[in-house]
């Protein structure tokens, strides 16, 4: 049963350009989050997603960043016009239900964006 | 807003000691207080949990804390090992799961 899948693991991307981070939950998940990790601090919470819908985006830049789950595919974190502080390790989870409420969330390993 | 505060931000201890990280929280609504270890390179991965009607959870040579009344709860790591090298993030969850800012512990030889 594989864990959850990141790809790509590692992406360079110039200042004004698209980064697309995908995310395959583990099998039999519906349940998705996003979270992003700068250098030297914890796990900032993005957006809670179920399949077609998007649950809480509150954790959400209100410009410039977006989040599917649809019915068929992987989850994808989009980010558009890329700027130097958007550099981070984005990680996402999945859970077969809402595992927040029981903190039992699997974790991929990252999706490392560059921006030159 | 960082909605759980965590310290101390590294920790060295030697191998055998007794590794104490800290975390506090506000939000009463949180019920329920994960760990998470992490690994250069790699996803978290779930270490242990409490909820809060207990006061004390163990696993092995993990341990955590929970003082309700403090709004507060610790990881004690037992005998730490340099395989227990690694960050560890404690976390409170209601509808999402939120992180304190992390650990970076390292344990001698």
């Known amino acids: 049963n594989a864990g959850v899948m990141q790809n790509p693991r590692h992406l360079v991307r110039r200042r004004g350009q698209e980064a697309r981070l995908r995310c395959s939950p583990m099998k039999g998940h519906s349940h998705v989050y996003w979270y992003r990790q700068l250098p030297e601090e914890g796990l900032k919470f993005m957006v809670y997603?179920?399949?077609?819908?998007?649950?809480?985006e509150s954790g959400m830049p209100k410009e410039r960043f977006s989040a599917e789950f649809p019915k068929e595919g992987p989850s994808i974190l989009r980010i558009q016009q890329v700027v130097r502080g958007d550099s981070a390790a984005y990680f996402c989870a999945s859970s077969p239900q809402q595992g927040a409420q029981t903190g039992e969330l699997f974790f991929g390993e990252g999706s490392r964006l560059t921006v030159l | 807003q960082q909605q759980v505060k965590q310290s101390p931000q590294s920790l060295i201890v030697q191998k055998g000691g007794i590794s104490i990280i800290n975390c506090a929280y506000e939000n009463t609504a949180f019920d329920y207080f994960p760990w998470y270890q992490q690994f250069p390179g790699k996803g978290p991965a779930l270490l242990i949990a409490?909820?809060?009607?207990?006061s004390e959870k163990k696993e092995g040579r993990f341990t955590i804390s929970f003082n309700k009344s403090a709004k507060q709860f610790s990881l004690h790591i037992m005998d730490s090992q340099p395989g227990d090298s690694a960050t560890y993030f404690c976390a409170a969850s209601s509808n999402n799961l939120f992180f304190g800012t992390g650990t970076r512990l390292t344990v001698i030889p």
């Open positions: 997603l179920q399949k077609e819908n998007i649950i809480d």
């Open positions: 409490i909820r809060p009607d207990v």
